[in-house]
DNA sequence: AATGGTTGCTAAATCGATTTAGCAAAACAC
DNA sequence: GTGTTTTGCTAAATCGATTTAGCAACCATT
């Protein structure tokens, strides 16, 4: 059993290629091939279990129907339903999504960009890390259909997807503030990247604006570098949380959560008595944890299926009202039991 | 800025495209090209930034280059983690690879196969459903290299990398019956996975082969429906641990212990002193649990790493020592909180 | 000067589809 | 019976690479 062509076909029912073609693309009206050799056509193809080679079609239209889509890490959640979400939704315009990790290393970043442009990708989706602005740059100049998500770099016209870091941050700052937390510490990570910068932003200007009666409150931020160890980092965030002597943290990011979580347990931190969590952006983890652990939500859905349809305006599947090329969507703060002490 | 072709270098430079190609190949002095013109042309080709396109490659040449693995769903975190070695280590032989999620859903695993398959993709790794059997079978007569991992068709003589589901089970449950729990159930799904069943079996065994003076023990299984609602399949689980009485429940698979946590919890029963539990496959969240949770850990870098050895042989990259195409590797239980009740 | 061997390069086929332009035969018009 | 249309189909170009077979031009040999 070999791979059956067209050609193959062609030679079965004694007709051209060009005919096989025609009939197996519907196109058989329009070209007025006989009823009679089209369900003969159809037949043969049928039975020898044709299945058009892609890449030849790809080669000869052009367009491969693929999309590209670069994101920090696939096995994060975050990142994981971010993808899911893309790929059912590009999938109802007819496109398939490659996803690639780039685990926040620009040389792989760049390698994959390079990949994903020599198997002709129709359109990238990228979540871009600081390494990637001229890669990224070079892409929208050559006119490839490119959305950013979750992160972007300002004062670049490429289209995006963001999320709104600061309104999002604030509010959960205004709960912890509300609950009479007044040494919040804030624990972010080196790589950046501006929707970090977004957040620490609004911590910054949640601190500087607390009620003068609670005078002593102080800006006190920890970035944790991104490649030391993980046992490094944990030693990091203990010492942070109690030379300054917090009763709450917010973690800029799911991983440091988690990793925040570890640590805690390891150091046998009751939350929310002795110190109460916050976290930006949702995980199964903290959702389960005893006790669950207050966080930002992100539009995860709807940042995958806006990216989609930003770049199928590019792709000329004039979806009707493509206004906005840039969006930011609102985040969600969910109060849980991890800024909740017993009074 | 238009795509740069061959044709383009080779007009650029006066030469003939197969000239241009031959020398960027590498195969210059194969084909004795003069020193100036390699040069000449190598200059231009970079000048203009040219990458080659691998639609118009792989349809030349016959190969992708690309694998196509097929998991259950890609935003779990042992096919994410099981993704991600492969990607990896496909990487070494120079192969990328694409991932799709099949859902459990027989129906989107043979779309999926067919898209697969169309593209062109070099050899297949998948995690087969139940309904896939007939596909893989067909793929595997037309000689396209598969691999099957994590479960396998009994009778089917396609290579595979399986983990040993009996001895893990068996491990766990001597760990909980020396532990003095005698109320054990077992909680499965039903998808009739072969590796659930085996899971299964080794329970089964070892409450039959449990000692005589705890003569009550009998065996308890529950399987949940996979395509149930959440809700309805935690009403379920916590039925079965109240009506049973059970000490101790064993989870078939990740998902149905974080699903049993999570319904322990708005049931407020204490791990581990009114429940032990213990989980095939560990996660984080198992990890980061207070108390963590007992679990059998799977060797997933191990196997996924096989997987594309076994495919690598297919392929007819001849890695040294090739023997047996069929693997099982060991599982490991790991004993933590949730199984260890105050005295 | 004829022969043979290198050297350095190119023409053309090929992979498997799509698509344009056009051809022969039949049908119709008058 | 001749001219025009319509019908039903096909030849050939094309996408962008790789690769086989082979052609000139030059050199060396006798």
Redesign the interface.
Same mark, same amino acid.
């Given at each position: %059993?070999k791979k059956v062509s067209l050609k193959d076909i062609a030679e079965m029912t004694g007709v051209s290629t060009s005919t096989v073609s025609f009939i197996l693309n519907g196109k058989a009206s329009e070209m007025r091939i006989s009823e009679a050799l089209k369900k003969k056509v159809l037949a043969t193809a049928n039975r020898l279990g044709y299945?058009?080679?892609?890449? &030849?079609v790809? *080669?000869r239209t052009g367009q491969?129907k693929i999309l590209g889509l670069l994101v920090e890490d $696939?096995?994060n959640?975050f990142f &994981? %339903?971010l993808?899911?979400t893309i +790929?059912d939704e590009a999938e109802k315009f007819g496109y /398939?999504v490659? !996803?690639c990790?780039t685990e926040n290393d620009s040389k792989k970043g760049q390698a994959l960009l /390079? %990949?994903l442009?020599? /198997?002709?990708v129709d359109g990238f989706l990228i979540t871009p890390t600081s390494g990637m602005e001229q890669d990224i740059r070079k892409l929208h100049?050559?006119h490839k259909p490119v959305v950013l998500m979750d992160r972007c770099f300002s004062g670049m016209e490429v289209p995006h997807v963001l999320v709104n870091n600061y309104g999002g941050t604030s509010e959960a700052m205004q709960h912890l503030i509300k609950k009479g937390y007044t040494r919040i510490g804030f624990i972010t990570v080196d790589l950046g990247l501006n929707q970090m910068l977004e957040r620490e932003a609004a911590y910054s200007d949640a601190i500087a604006k607390m009620p003068a009666t609670k005078a002593k409150a102080k800006k006190t931020v920890l970035t944790i570098n991104y490649h030391s160890s993980k046992e490094e980092n944990k030693k990091q965030i203990s010492k942070f949380i109690k030379s300054n002597k917090l009763d709450a943290v917010f973690f800029a990011t799911n991983y440091l959560g $988690?990793l925040g *979580? +570890?640590c805690l347990?390891e150091q046998q931190i009751r939350i929310p008595n002795e110190l109460a969590v916050v976290c930006f952006d949702d995980h199964? $983890?903290f /959702? *389960? !944890? $005893?006790p669950d652990i207050s966080v930002v939500q992100q539009p995860v859905e709807e940042m995958g299926r806006k990216a989609v349809h930003l770049l199928m305006d590019q792709l000329g599947k004039e979806r009707t009202g493509s206004k906005d090329q840039q969006l930011r969507l609102n985040a969600k703060f969910v109060a849980r039991e991890s800024t909740s002490r017993e009074a």
């Open positions: %059993m299945q058009p080679n892609q890449v &030849a790809s *080669l491969t $696939i096995s959640n &994981a %339903m993808a899911k +790929e /398939r490659v !996803y990790s /390079r %990949m442009a020599q /198997r002709q100049s050559q $988690i *979580l +570890e347990r199964d $983890i /959702r *389960l !944890y $005893i």
